[in-house]
C-alpha cells in the first residue's frame, strides 16, 4: 500500500521560513515524480514544484527563486524548502506521487496524494 504523510506546517511571520517533508511507504517505482501541491481557501490546488526521479526539477512562477525541492533517499522523504514566504503563501500543502518521471504540475495526473499541513504566513 502507498502512503504519503505531510508533516511541517506552522504559522510564521512574513519573511520566514519553514521546511516540509513527506514521508513516502510502498513507493518503490524506479520512475517517477514527485510534487508539492497547495490549496488555499476558496481555490484551487495548485502544482506549485516537481522533482523527478531523473532529477530533474519544475517550478510554479509564483514559488520560483524562494522554494527548493529535494528527496531524501535514505529517508525516501520529499522536502520542500520556502524561504522568503509571504502571506499569499498561506495555503494547505499536499505532497503528491506517479509513477512517471515526466514533470508535470497538473493534479489530475497525479496518483497518490498526502494528508496536507497547512501553512498560515502573516504580515
Known amino acids: 500500500e502507498v502512503r504519503l504523510e505531510d508533516s511541517g506546517g506552522d504559522s510564521v511571520q512574513a519573511g520566514g521560513s519553514l521546511r516540509l517533508s513527506c514521508r513516502l511507504t510502498?513507493?518503490?517505482?524506479?520512475?517517477?515524480?514527485l510534487t508539492w501541491f497547495r490549496q488555499a481557501p476558496g481555490k484551487s490546488r495548485e502544482g506549485i514544484a516537481a522533482l523527478s526521479s531523473e532529477s530533474t526539477t519544475m517550478y510554479a512562477d509564483s514559488v520560483k527563486g524562494r522554494f527548493t525541492i529535494s528527496k531524501d533517499n535514505a529517508k525516501n522523504t520529499l522536502n520542500l524548502q520556502m524561504d522568503n514566504l509571504q502571506p499569499e503563501d498561506t495555503a494547505t500543502y499536499y505532497c503528491?506521487?506517479?509513477?512517471?518521471?515526466?514533470?508535470?504540475?497538473?493534479?489530475?495526473?497525479?496518483?497518490?496524494w498526502g494528508q496536507g499541513t497547512q501553512v498560515t504566513v502573516s504580515s
Open positions: 503528491a506521487a506517479r509513477p512517471f518521471p515526466q514533470l508535470t504540475l497538473d493534479r489530475d495526473r497525479y496518483n497518490y
Open positions: 510502498g513507493f518503490t517505482y524506479q520512475y517517477y515524480c
